[in-house]
């Protein structure tokens, strides 16, 4: 009884660290961009290239994670419901047939940040432990 406890706590505990570890996704725009609510579907039409508009109008200009990032696997499952392999082919045939390019990619969440942060009309995802004030965390509703 004594070991069986004892392996209980040891997978209790390696779940629990699994589960801290991970990165938890936000989007976001600048602290100066009034955006403050999108649909998800509004999100993924920006990253998506079928428009380069928030709704009021203003620019929108996406910013990518680079590929093989979990959160960009994980952003693009639940605003797209695309697979990486899915996406790969959206762009292949966006940018083969001339209707599209994808967004620009940055290395990590830091240098979203930061290039979020300096033009009110970017809009990437993040990990919500980069997050600081100079960038504000979008509503994303479904």
Sequence with gaps: MTILRLILQVLLLALACA????AELV????????????????VADI?????????????AMALDQPVGNPLRDEFYSK???KSPALMKAYWTKMVFT???QPP?????S???RKMVAENPSMIGYIDRAALD????????VR
């Design 19 to 22: 589960h801290a570890g991970a």
């Design 98 to 100: 001339g209707r599209g």
């Design 104 to 108: 620009r990619e940055l290395p990590n």
């Design 47 to 59: 990253f998506l290239a079928q428009t380069g508009r928030f709704p009021g109008g203003d620019e």
């Design 79 to 81: 605003v797209a419901a």
């Design 110 to 112: 830091a240098a979203v």
């Design 27 to 42: 989007v976001i725009v600048s602290a100066k961009n009034p955006v403050m609510a999108l649909r998800a579907d509004q």
């Design 133 to 140: 004030a100079s960038v504000k965390t979008v509503l994303v």
